[in-house]
């Protein structure tokens, strides 16, 4: 029943992180944004999200590495779950290493004086959000056919 639960709960946990990532990158792509509708819109967000995301993305690679554990004897659960873990860390290290530098450097911007790089640092931004949003999604399907197969 306890592998049951952490099943599940992996499974919440990276449909979470995964379709928050998913929804900044359908929704919100600000290459054809004036900058002050950028700046407005992406110090919202980096409020909104920069603490609370990290964490879930935490609690979401512990649930998958435990998910491993409890399946250790399924070689194929095992090493796919492993491997699911690897993804959502690649996908929080382009967060923590790539994308909140640059947040860091947006919350310092004011709306009406644009820095001359900022369109440089939007398209890298985006670039590594590009990188997090495949790899969390790779993760959440490896979780998720996982817990389709038979145990």
């Known amino acids: 029943m306890t592998t049951k639960i952490i099943r599940f709960c992996n499974i919440v946990m990276a449909a ?37 995301m990290p964490l879930l993305g935490l609690i979401t690679i512990i649930l998958t590495i435990i998910s491993a554990f409890l399946r250790r004897k399924e070689k194929t ?3 796919v779950l492993l491997v699911a ?15 909140q530098p640059i947040n860091s450097i947006v919350m310092t911007w004011a ?9 440089d640092l939007r398209n890298q931004w985006w670039f590594y959000h590009e990188v997090r949003t495949l790899s969390a999604f ?3 399907c490896l979780i998720s056919w996982t817990s389709m197969k038979k145990d």
Do not use: C, R
């Not at 919100?28 to 999200?49: M, R, V």
């Open 16 to 52: 979470l992180v995964a379709g928050t990532i998913f929804g900044i990158w359908i929704g919100y792509n600000p290459k054809d944004l004036s900058f002050p509708t950028y700046i407005e819109e992406q110090q919202h967000t980096i409020l909104a999200l920069n603490t609370l």
């Open 85 to 99: 873990s690897v993804f959502l860390i690649i996908s929080g290290l382009t967060t923590k290493f790539g994308n």
């Open 77 to 79: 659960a095992f090493s």
């Open 138 to 140: 790779i993760g959440l």
């Open 111 to 119: 709306v009406k004086s644009p820095p001359n790089n900022w369109m």
